[in-house]
T-cell receptor, first 112, second 112 residues
Framework: EAQVTQNPRYLITVTGKKLTVTCSQN?????MSWYRQDPGLGLRQIYY???????DKGDVPEGYKVSRKEKRNFPLILESPSPNQTSLYFC???????????FGQGTRLTVV | RKEVEQDPGPFNVPEGATVAFNCTYS??????FFWYRQDCRKEPKLLMS???SGNEDGRFTAQLNRASQYISLLIRDSKLSDSATYLC?????????????FGTGTRLTIIP
């Protein structure tokens, strides 16, 4: 089954404790991206990757890191999480460029 | 001005009715346009792409007006299962790459 898989689905952590949210797709898509969704603000892009070893900042990259060492995986790293990073995070992939995107099920992160 | 603007609703519509949403975008060079559907607390899913000539998929019709910079979605014979938030999505890049910009969504509830 074609899918984008994120883990964990739910995470509560404390300020400053490094965490990684994994994202994996099995569709051989070149383009992957991370979004956060907050009430009243909609989905905002954090980082994107056009292909392996090619990443770039989206609209709200501060406080986040990503890597794209393999085509299928695109982890999101929060080196020192803060409460303002409490949000619902989505990973997405698409065949080429940010067109028809397939989304993962989301990761609800709470930073206390 | 927001890059993509939608009426947040909510729209409460009786089953069987026709409902239409509009969305405006600010970047006249935008290349690609989409409607996504998002159920409560779930991931967004592509509903349909929007083509310059307009397109139809069953009960759903999408239109693009480049001169006025808006796109629309028409739902005919609405079903209870159409209740969701509808996201207007634009690829604003001149090169057709990089990112998608999401509207904050229009919430639709179909009433029995």
């Amino acid at each position: 089954e074609a899918q984008v898989t994120q883990n964990p689905r739910y995470l509560i952590t404390v300020t400053g404790k490094k965490l990684t949210v994994t994202c994996s797709q099995n569709m051989n898509h070149e383009y992957m991206s991370w979004y956060r969704q907050d009430p009243g603000l909609g989905l905002r892009q954090i980082y994107y990757s056009m292909n392996v070893e090619v990443t770039d900042k989206g609209d709200v990259p501060e406080g986040y890191k990503v890597s794209r060492k393999e085509k299928r995986n695109f982890p999101l790293i929060l080196e020192s999480p803060s409460p303002n990073q409490t949000s619902l995070y989505f990973c997405a992939s698409s065949p080429q460029g940010p067109r028809e995107a397939f989304f993962g099920q989301g990761t609800r992160l709470t930073v206390v | 001005r927001k890059e993509v603007e939608q009426d947040p609703g909510p729209f409460n519509v009786p089953e069987g009715a026709t409902v239409a949403f509009n969305c405006t975008y600010s970047n006249s060079a935008s290349q690609s346009f989409f409607w996504y559907r998002q159920d409560c607390r779930k991931e967004p899913k592509l509903l349909m792409s929007v083509y310059s000539s307009g397109n139809e998929d069953g009960r759903f019709t999408a239109q693009l007006n480049r001169a006025s910079q808006y796109i629309s979605l028409l739902i005919r014979d609405s079903k209870l299962s159409d209740s969701a938030t509808y996201l207007c999505v634009v690829n604003p890049s001149n090169f057709g790459n990089e990112k998608l910009t999401f509207g904050t969504g229009t919430r639709l509830t179909i009433i029995p």
